[in-house]
């Protein structure tokens, strides 16, 4: 895909229209420098992934999430117009208007209907700085309680984070060690703060949660730091977490998006960041949560010592239903009448011999306690053996139809099929399916 911006017309590949409030990108463009490109203009886009150094293809192709999703929806959910080069061979522009099937096939299609070579994403008046909050709680229900007071509509504290987040943490070491990572280093937390924390993980049974939220101001934007203090004061009035555990730093909007990349150079430094990332990332029911994270966080993770930020975090935070267009290929929970449903990333690194099986195992033991609890989830960066799991376990009959239909639209000669086992040339399914 970088070879697309080796030829003459590379500055093209990256162009900002300030009248029409939108940036066309490359597929194979970093959203990183489409964030400094649109700030160049005091624009900026508004749905993000946690890390930036990813292509704009890559994240089109799953859905793009992050704290911001609950209020702009996935990154899927903010793309004008998509420029295609479909299995056929056709290069078509796509949009909600014009050939609206490939649009919807390819966004959240993990790539099987065509590559992505221009995304049109619009923009929005780009803020200076976030001021940027972390509250620990020792409680899972009142974590998420008050996240989806921040998320909804209305109450005395919506409305006012614009990135809504949390985390799991059963080793504070490791907590001490994320917030260390970023810069200003030592603004979130103090050698004085070490022994709270101990204290406080201990009374919770060696579980604590963090609500992780930002919010964005002055720029192009109407908020002034009063305003962001009078509203975070309110906020932490209303909201329950352990009382003298709130830390607050202001930084500028950019560090604070592009936050991860500090602790990536510290690990590229150290050799830790090119090793095997077995990743579970699911999609939970709001019903089902604290089932969830008491056989998971206080059951699976704490028994076995791996969900500490020593080896990677542990993600939970809420989405609003709304955001999400079920037109598009990407697979979310199905409406159970609950406007919110969760995400939980459980982000480890195998730095160590024998991580890598030990982590592999404990997906395993995640997967097989959700289907002996009956909670449904949906994997999200998903990857299965064969294409009967792809199609009962991931997207379920309704959904498999129609992304069956589409591939054999877009892709019949499954050129665009390699290494993701959901379909195989030429185009079969199991014996049982008659959908082509």
């Excluded at 117009?81 to 919807?104: H, P, Q, R, Y």
């Excluded at 924390?197 to 720029?219: I, N, Q, R, S």
């Excluded at 977490?241 to 510290?266: C, I, N, P, W």
């Amino acid at each position: 895909m970088a070879s697309l911006a080796a030829g003459p017309d590379a500055a093209a590949r990256l162009a900002v229209s300030v009248t029409g409030r939108y940036v066309d990108a490359g597929g194979e463009q970093l959203w990183v420098d489409v964030l400094h490109a649109a700030l160049a203009h005091g624009l900026t886009p508004r749905s993000w992934t946690d890390y930036l150094h990813l292509t704009i293809g890559g994240t089109l192709s799953n859905a793009g999430i992050s704290g911001q999703a609950f209020r702009h929806g996935p990154q899927i959910s903010n793309v004008l117009e998509l420029d295609v080069i479909t299995g056929t061979g056709e290069m078509v522009m796509c949009s909600k208007e014009k050939n609206a099937d490939l649009f919807d096939a390819v966004l959240g299609g993990l790539g099987q209907f065509g590559i992505i070579t221009r995304a049109r994403i619009p923009l929005a008046p780009a803020p200076a700085r976030a001021r940027w909050v972390r509250l620990l709680y020792t409680d899972v229900a009142v974590l998420t309680g008050d996240q989806e007071r921040l998320i909804a509509e209305r109450g005395a504290v919506a409305g006012i984070m614009d990135y809504v987040e949390g985390s799991v943490l059963t080793d504070y070491q490791g907590l001490i060690g994320s917030w260390r990572s970023q810069p200003p280093s030592s603004s979130f937390f103090s050698e004085g703060d070490a022994a709270r924390v101990a204290a406080l993980a201990k009374g919770a049974g060696g579980v604590l949660y963090c609500l992780e939220g930002a919010v964005y101001y002055g720029g192009a934007g109407d908020t002034s730091a009063a305003d962001v203090d009078k509203g975070l004061e309110m906020m932490l009035r209303e909201l329950q977490y352990a009382r003298g555990f709130a830390f607050v730093q202001d930084v500028s909007y950019v560090e604070f998006l592009d936050r991860v990349r500090a602790g990536e150079l510290k690990l590229r430094a150290a050799g830790l960041w090119d090793v095997p990332h077995p990743w579970l990332n699911l999609f939970l029911p709001r019903s089902r949560i604290l089932d969830f994270a008491a056989g998971v966080f206080h059951g699976v993770l704490l028994r076995d010592g791996a969900g500490g930020g020593a080896t990677g975090p542990v993600l939970v935070y809420p989405m609003n239903r709304r955001m999400w267009d079920g037109a598009m290929s990407a697979v979310f929970p199905d409406d159970d009448g609950d406007e919110v449903f969760y995400t939980v990333a459980i982000l480890r690194s195998a730095v160590a011999a024998g991580d890598l099986g030990r982590m592999e195992a404990q997906n395993a033991e995640v997967a097989r306690f959700c289907e002996g609890a009956g909670i449904p989830c949906t994997q999200y960066l998903a990857s299965y053996a064969t294409q009967a799991e792809w199609a009962a376990q991931h997207f379920g009959p309704g959904s498999w139809d129609r992304f069956a239909r589409r591939k054999r639209k877009y892709d019949p000669k499954a050129i665009l099929s390699r290494g993701q086992r959901i379909f195989s040339y030429p185009l079969e399914l199991s014996p049982d399916e008659h959908v082509l």
